[in-house]
T-cell receptor, first 112, second 110 residues
Framework: DVKVTQSSRYLVKRTGEKVFLECVQD?????MFWYRQDPGLGLRLIYF???????EKGDIPEGYSVSREKKERFSLILESASTNQTSMYLC???????????FGPGTRLTVT | GEDVEQSLFLSVREGDSSVINCTYT??????LYWYKQEPGAGLQLLTY?????DMKQDQRLTVLLNKKDKHLSLRIADTQTGDSAIYFC??????????FGKGTMLLVSP
């Protein structure tokens, strides 16, 4: 079974803090993704990566950056957290960009 | 760009069948997926169908695809309270990432 883990289930940060969300997958998948999920808006793609050190912007990259130094790990960075970044963050991985994606349990981030 | 639409809410009684519908716009879709999200959890892949198929059955789940109308449905037979969740439809077209619908919340009452 594919396993995607995320570093925290719940996180509370203050406005202006730098925030790191980490995601690890154990299936040697090439592709990894970061989404945020908000009520009424569904899933919105922030960034994805198709290889180590490679990244592509998704639909809403502003205010975020990512890092992929190892194949199994994909980090989402909020350089200066703001209250409008309070959300559920979901990480996913897949063998190819158009194949089924496997999701982690999510991190519920609250920025106060 | 591609778009995937779903109704937002469906309420059924335990033991009834549930039908969740989805429409998509990309005529070059290759795979279509159904995911389930339970409260506070990530998305779990339920089933998928390849675009050259009309139907796929997997235990209580039946997926129907009408490629001409770009319409996908998920039927859950004998719906149980444990089926209460948000169901997402997603499509892929072979050259891009998946496009997800906004999700349908299924509420099953005893």
């Amino acid at each position: 079974d594919v396993k995607v883990t995320q570093s925290s289930r719940y996180l509370v940060k203050r406005t202006g803090e730098k925030v790191f969300l980490e995601c690890v997958q154990d299936m040697d998948h090439e592709n990894m993704f970061w989404y945020r999920q908000d009520p009424g808006l569904g899933l919105r793609l922030i960034y994805f990566s198709y290889d180590v050190k490679m990244k592509e912007k998704g639909d809403i990259p502003e205010g975020y950056s990512v890092s992929r130094e190892k194949k199994e790990r994909f980090s989402l960075i909020l350089e200066s957290a703001s209250t409008n970044q309070t959300s559920m963050y979901l990480c996913a991985s897949s063998l190819s960009t158009d194949y089924e994606q496997y999701f982690g349990p999510g991190t519920r981030l609250t920025v106060t | 760009g591609e778009d995937v639409e779903q109704s937002l809410f469906l309420s059924v009684r335990e033991g009834d069948s549930s039908v969740i519908n989805c429409t998509y716009t990309d005529s070059s879709s290759t795979y279509l997926y159904w995911y389930k999200q339970e409260p506070g959890a990530g998305l779990q892949l339920l089933t998928y169908i390849f675009s050259n198929m009309d139907m796929k059955q997997d235990q209580r789940l039946t997926v129907l695809l009408n490629k001409k109308d770009k319409h996908l449905s998920l039927r859950i037979a004998d719906t149980q309270t444990g089926d209460s969740a948000i169901y997402f439809c997603a499509e892929s077209s072979g050259y891009s990432t998946l496009t997800f619908g906004k999700g349908t919340m299924l509420l099953v009452s005893p």
